[in-house]
């Protein structure tokens, strides 16, 4: 399996980002980590390991990109409206240096998005703002909106809200969005959520189902087995969904 590490200094986030692309061909898979977590993560987990042979056989090329959560949503100690700064400085990077470089190592310009966990949120936000650059996005065990308190993980705002914040929670801005151009570019995304039944996300999941079904969005949602949000679990669905 063909493994490769990169890293440059990002013109948006001012510091060295890094990555690891595995495979030579296939779908570009845009691979977001879990919370706080490393671009190495998926692979020390043996999550990349589970993909190893449709790696192989070029059916699809694995990005996984580094996080800054704890540069942004999970930096309590600077204000949430610097939090959510942060983080729209980190979608530029996304947007404008890693799909540009996954474009030029995979040489087309089909790109999906997924992620475990906090990874989920990163992916279904980033695809449900620019629904015309995905064509699927994959979310695990994902929580779509960090304003909420869900058992032990709290607001991320500290009950501060306004505009960046708003329009960065899927839950929220999908609610009040009407315009029929983008809701038609969603629609063409092919979206797969999957969460355990004991998993505290599991209401969020289904709120969200909810949502996308009342804007006649196509969606799967699949309930897994008491609380999957481990890496063994993860290891089962990438090869499901992915």
Not at 120 to 132: C, D, E, Q, Y
Request: proline share 3%; aromatic share 14%; with cysteine.
């Amino acid at each position: 399996m063909n493994r490769g590490y990169h890293k440059w200094f990002s013109a948006n986030l001012h510091r060295t980002m890094e990555l690891l692309v595995f495979g030579h061909a296939g779908r570009a898979v845009l691979f977001f980590p879990t919370r706080m977590a490393r671009f190495y993560d998926y692979e020390n987990w043996g999550i990349v390991e589970a993909l190893q042979t449709k790696i192989e056989n070029g059916e699809l090329q694995l990005f996984c990109v580094d996080s800054i959560d704890t540069e942004s949503f999970y930096n309590h100690w600077v204000h949430p409206a610097t939090r959510i700064a942060r983080h729209l400085q980190y979608e530029q990077y996304i947007l404008t240096e890693v799909l540009p470089f996954m474009q030029n190592q995979n040489g087309g310009d089909y790109f999906e998005v997924a992620g475990c966990s906090m990874g989920s949120f990163h992916a279904i936000n980033i695809a449900m703002k620019h629904p015309s650059v995905f064509k699927k996005v994959i979310c695990m065990s994902g929580r779509f909106d960090l304003t909420l308190q869900i058992d032990d993980f709290k607001d991320l705002f500290d009950g501060y809200r306004d505009e960046d914040i708003y329009f960065n929670m899927p839950q929220q801005f999908m609610a009040n969005l009407h315009d029929g151009a983008i809701l038609d570019a969603i629609r063409k995304i092919e979206i797969i959520m999957a969460v355990g039944e004991t998993d505290p996300f599991v209401h969020s999941n289904r709120d969200f189902s909810d949502l996308l079904t009342g804007k006649s969005i196509p969606h799967q949602l699949y309930i897994w087995d008491n609380y999957a949000h481990r890496p063994r679990y993860w290891k089962q669905m990438v090869n499901l969904y992915l």
